[in-house]
């Protein structure tokens, strides 16, 4: 059964920093491209940043460019996404998802909530 589980969420003054992990299982990582989106309250789901296969490239949405970084250790079956000088509008359910690079496979974690709050 194919999972995905975030963890790393939580409450930080702006500013600050987390980082939040996806642990993956049932299913061959490497195989997949990773991505983390996020979803703010009143607000569409939005992609913050995406990693290809092993070695891949990466993308990020302008709004975060230069403060997240995105990353997978495929010998952990982990993608992480680093999240620096984070701002109120970080504010948000983050969610990661897995790809299929053969198939048209998605799966998606059940989120984790970011609060960036004074």
């Known amino acids: 059964q194919v999972q995905l589980v975030e963890s790393g969420g939580g409450l930080v003054q702006p500013g600050g920093s987390l980082r939040l992990s996806c642990a993956a299982s049932g299913y061959t990582f490497s195989w997949y491209a990773m991505s983390w989106y996020r979803q703010a309250p009143g607000k569409e789901r939005e992609l913050v940043a995406a990693i290809a296969g092993p070695g891949g490239s990466t993308n990020y949405a302008n709004s975060v460019k230069g403060r997240f970084t995105i990353s997978r250790d495929n010998a952990k079956n982990t993608v992480y996404l680093q999240m620096n000088s984070l701002k109120p509008e970080d504010t948000a359910v983050y969610y990661c998802?897995?790809?299929?690079?053969?198939?048209?496979?998605?799966?998606w974690g059940q989120g984790t909530l970011v609060t960036v709050s004074s």
């Open positions: 998802k897995a790809r299929s690079l053969y198939t048209d496979l998605e799966v």
